[in-house]
């Protein structure tokens, strides 16, 4: 299972924590959805994902017909706007795909080249992979193989993400009324764990109660924020065809969806961001795309063994993450690899192309590219 972020918890530029997680109802589990995201291990779930639910309470979207939203949530937006949101999420989903690869042929291209000339789009790509998910210095054939095989992983995962989208195998379920989780009255009084499940959904998810309702936050979760308020929660599903992940948008989370990541494309804002030096958490904070990516990267029904889990949120953690872990050769075992908000970040990141954010910050990429990369890497 998953939390997102706590609600109301990006309020600062530094500190915002973008906290994104997700719930797995089988043998491990991993944090709510939208607000605080922090990862629940659970040993046993005596309540599997159930694939189907009552049809006539949801509504395929036009343009991703397996992705569903139930009736909770179009009381929030019509199904021409969720349908909207997706198709913008996959602008971003196959902009970040395209862009994984480029990053990973330019390690590969340049393994033999100590110093290799990158152009201002080449350059903001490579500096914000390396501040995510690991340095490396183009004179170490090492250090680039080890943030290459890195690259493999997350070009994999880039993939996943995006052909889900496009090629409508994404599966998911949207459900948008925390007051509809309540306890399953059928759970025999020998077994003591309680189980959340919709009332009104006998044939929907079950989730072990964790916590006093489906989107407080646990006391013992891994990432912290113990007893705040999650912006989603994700169940997910088994690595089968026909098995939907599922998310529920707590009640908090209404107040973040102001705009869509695209809107920096625009001229004015494009001038706005690099005049300011936006924060890309501050860019991206209160926007769909950066939820959906992080709680998509969490449904295993999608990512099978590239599944994101939950280890830091917020750009802050997570580039420290990628400090103390960059020694680490294995790839599979690489913490920024497998963490959710810096596939979040990375794929939001790389999208906003009028920007090396390198420093975290919005800077100029023709400018940025002007620096020997060789100084500011290790």
Not at 29 to 50: I, K, M
Not at 127 to 156: H, I, P, Q
Not at 226 to 231: K, P, Y
Request: proline letters at 6%; glycine letters at 6%.
């Amino acid at each position: 299972m998953g939390f997102g972020r706590p609600a109301g918890a990006f309020r600062t530029l530094l500190g915002q924590l973008i906290l994104l997680t997700q719930i797995v109802l089988i043998a491990q589990a991993h944090p709510y959805g939208n607000h605080p995201t922090f990862p629940v291990g659970v040993e046993e779930n005596l309540h599997p994902v159930v694939a189907r639910a009552s049809e006539a309470q949801f509504t395929a979207l036009p343009s991703s017909g397996r992705i569903r939203v139930h009736t909770s949530c179009l009381r929030h937006f019509d199904l021409n706007q969720w349908d909207s949101t997706i198709n913008q999420l996959k602008g971003v989903a196959n902009y970040g795909k395209v862009a994984t690869q480029m990053t990973l042929d330019m390690i590969n291209d340049n393994m033999k080249n100590d110093n290799p000339t990158l152009h201002p789009q080449q350059r903001r790509m490579i500096d914000l992979f390396m501040v995510l998910y690991g340095s490396f210095r183009w004179d170490d054939v090492a250090a680039k193989m080890r943030v290459r095989d890195r690259a493999v992983r997350v070009n994999r995962m880039a993939a996943l993400f995006a052909n889900g989208l496009i090629q409508n195998t994404a599966n998911w379920n949207f459900f948008c009324d925390e007051s509809e989780w309540v306890l399953d009255p059928n759970v025999p009084p020998e077994i003591p764990t309680k189980f959340w499940w919709i009332k009104d959904l006998p044939a929907g998810p079950r989730m072990p109660k964790l916590s006093d309702s489906l989107c407080t936050i646990p006391d013992d979760y891994k990432a912290g924020y113990g007893g705040v308020q999650a912006e989603a929660v994700t169940l997910t599903a088994e690595h089968i065809q026909g098995n939907p992940n599922w998310i529920t948008f707590c009640d908090g989370v209404w107040e973040v969806f102001q705009f869509q990541t695209h809107i920096w494309h625009l001229p004015d804002k494009k001038a706005e961001a690099l005049r300011n030096a936006y924060f890309l958490a501050d860019m991206i904070n209160n926007t769909p795309e950066r939820l959906l990516a992080h709680e998509f990267t969490h449904g295993k029904g999608q990512f099978g063994e590239y599944l994101g889990r939950d280890e830091v949120y917020g750009w802050v953690e997570i580039v420290e993450l990628a400090k103390k872990d960059n020694a680490q050769t294995d790839a599979t075992q690489s913490k920024p690899v497998i963490n959710a908000d810096t596939f979040t970040y990375w794929i939001n990141g790389v999208f906003l192309e009028m920007c090396n954010f390198r420093s975290g910050r919005c800077e100029d990429p023709d400018q940025a590219a002007q620096t020997p990369q060789n100084s500011d890497s290790s």
